[in-house]
């Protein structure tokens, strides 16, 4: 029997995290997220989001080099350190957020194909373009499952040259502004928001999407040749790519084009891009391209994060079965395909966003929680990538104060999800057979008030510790 094909750092990990990175929201939002924030505001949200993804891709490097990362990514790496009920509870949150992700990037690229081909226009009736945006969301949905039903090998190959496209495509938007005379020229540099601009938490919430496209190659892990050395160097290179892009293009577009073009049309790239009279064909590639790997990234990674949650009697059984030789999760699929078209059904991407942002929020937090504590209390944690301690812990508080500040009330609903979830698998009591990182938490809890006790009584009575 032929073995199952498996994929190395750069096609099982960094491809599909670029292109996911690369996506929509740099496409229909970046230019809005200027517009509004300022080129000042732009850069705080940019850097803020990717201290929260950097410090949670340093950690989730760390923590799957310390053992065998097998399927299920970065829930097998939470349900393995921190024992099922937690992981369980935050795989739940972030299989939701990857499924509802895929229907975020599916309506971005209807949102653009439609205007290209004349289906809708920025003054129709917004419910008629929903209703357009639904059915070609829906169409597009299906096409994309069918080929991941098809070939995991196949949707991989095809990155590559999607990963080009959205490489053309950007220099044919800075070559378009540069060179074109597209009737948009900044005459002054927006620094900050101004008192009619939408407010931050808002702007953040509805960018914090873009940065999250590194768990697509974490969640490839069981199709990785070499889990330990591919995903701590696929993930932070394309982590730093992205960022490098986002810096760039934001100072690029605040220092080019009106403030004002860029708040009143989400499509700005599309009109000074190269061509843009005859369509910007570069550019919709790019945009067609990068949403539609996006998607199918999804849709790769989420099914295999519920797959290795079945696996684990966690979710039903039913979904973790597989098909041939490579074990795909067929019934997953179908489950994620189902969670997707929903969010396909809501039709508006900034509605799609700030949901999908408290989920990865959420999953993020304790991701870096776990590597904190590992790396404090787990006597056997020997990562062969280490980070200081720090750098989850900061993570963490970012993460949460980040929570905090966009939406209170939905993170502390998210929490009772998470601890329902929790208690519900707590009194199920699922064992996977081995100790998790919560004994290690509470020795370290015991010893050190043993040695306190020890210390004071060594102050109150240190006669009797004389030799």
Known sequence: ?????????????????????LGVIMYLRLGWVVGEAGLIGAVMIILVAHVISITTGLSV?????????????????????????????????????????IAMYIVGFGESFNNAIGLTTPDMDTAVRINY??????????????????????????????????????????????????????????????????????????????VTGFTAGVAMSGDLKDSKKSIPAGT????????????????????T?????????????????????????????????????????GILGGPRILQAMSIDKVTPKLF??????????????????????????????????????????????????????QSWSGSDFRPTFKIPRVVSVIGAVATFAVMFKLDALAMMASFIVIGFIFFYLTKKQFNLGFSDIWQGVWSEIVKTALFKIEREAKKLAPQHFTI
């Open 133 to 210: 945006l639904r059915i070609t969301g829906t169409i597009t949905l299906a096409a994309i499952a069918a080929v991941a039903l098809v070939s995991t090998s196949l949707a991989i190959k095809a990155q590559y040259y999607i990963l080009g496209a959205i490489a053309l495509s950007l220099i044919s938007v800075v070559a378009g502004g540069l060179f074109m005379d597209h009737g948009l020229t900044a005459q002054t540099i927006k620094m900050v928001p101004s008192a009619d601009s939408v407010s931050l938490e808002v702007i953040f919430a509805i960018f914090f999407p873009a």
């Open 320 to 373: 973790g079965k597989g098909v041939g030789k490579s074990n795909e999760p067929r019934n997953a699929l179908i489950f994620t395909f189902i969670i997707a078209e929903v969010g396909i059904l809501i039709g508006q991407l900034d509605l799609i966003a700030p949901i999908v942002s408290m989920f990865y929020l959420t999953a993020y937090g304790f991701i870096n929680l776990t590597s904190a504590l």
């Open 236 to 255: 932070m290179y394309a982590i730093a790519v992205g960022l490098v892009v986002y810096i760039g293009l934001a100072v690029f577009l605040a220092t």
């Open 61 to 101: 490097s760390s923590v799957s080099t310390d053992k065998k990362v097998k399927a299920g990514g970065i829930y097998y790496i939470l349900s393995r350190s921190l024992g099922l009920p937690i992981g369980g509870s935050i795989g739940a949150a972030l299989f939701v957020a990857t499924a509802l992700s």
């Open 257 to 297: 084009v009106d403030s004002a073009a860029m708040t009143e049309d989400t499509n700005i790239l599309s009109r000074i891009a190269l061509f843009a009279g005859y369509g910007a064909p570069f550019l919709m590639a790019g945009i067609w391209g990068a949403t539609l790997s996006s998607a199918l990234g």
């Open 1 to 21: 029997m032929a073995k199952a094909q498996k994929f190395g750092t750069f096609g099982g990990v960094f491809v599909p995290s670029a292109l996911t990175i």
